[in-house]
């Protein structure tokens, strides 16, 4: 299997259980949220457990205008952690993939197609799990939903140009 494919796979489970690694596993912010929780979850009704999983690196409080809006984030320890765990979630997805395949076009390219493949199943997981997508996408929650696919964009990136940089050339 080529650097590419491997890149891609290796990225993709990471992405999965990242937001774990940097909230000790147990996502307090989201109504104390774990993976025995989804797995829970999945269980009962395999759709919203699978949205569930999903949509964690896409979660509102997680948005580059909540950060940058002022420093009230800080203090609230529920946003703070939804932001931490965004950021680094993302930031280490691109990082590793970065490493992997080498380069920093192909790894940003790389890294943009884990990000849009994770977005698309948690938008059709949401789908399938009858999730109030409407509220989702109207008023002040469009621009918390744009910021937060600013967010995983812009650290998914910055960490695939880190990775990809750090391993040297790529076969381009």
Not at 89 to 116: D, E, H, M, N
Request: aromatic share 18%; no cysteine; hydrophobic share 55%.
């Amino acid at each position: 299997m080529n650097r590419v494919a491997t890149g891609l796979i290796i990225g993709f489970v990471w992405m999965l259980f990242a937001p774990f690694f940097f909230t000790d596993w147990v996502i307090h912010a989201l109504m104390d949220v774990s993976l025995y929780s989804i797995f829970m979850q999945i269980g009962t009704n395999p759709a919203a457990g699978f949205a569930t999983w999903f949509s964690l690196g896409f979660q509102g409080d997680g948005s580059l205008f909540t950060i940058f809006s002022g420093f009230g984030w800080f203090f609230n320890t529920n946003t703070r952690e939804i932001a931490w765990m965004t950021i680094m979630a993302w930031l280490s997805t691109g990082f590793i993939i970065g490493l992997i395949i080498r380069g920093r076009k192909r790894s940003t390219q790389a890294v943009f197609g884990v990000y849009v493949t994770m977005f698309a199943l948690s938008l059709i997981f949401a789908v399938l799990s009858q999730a109030d997508l409407a509220s989702m996408f109207t008023g002040a929650n469009l621009i918390d939903y744009f910021g937060v696919i600013l967010t995983g964009i812009l650290f998914s990136v910055l960490g695939g140009l880190l990775g990809g940089s750090a391993s040297g050339a790529g076969a381009d």
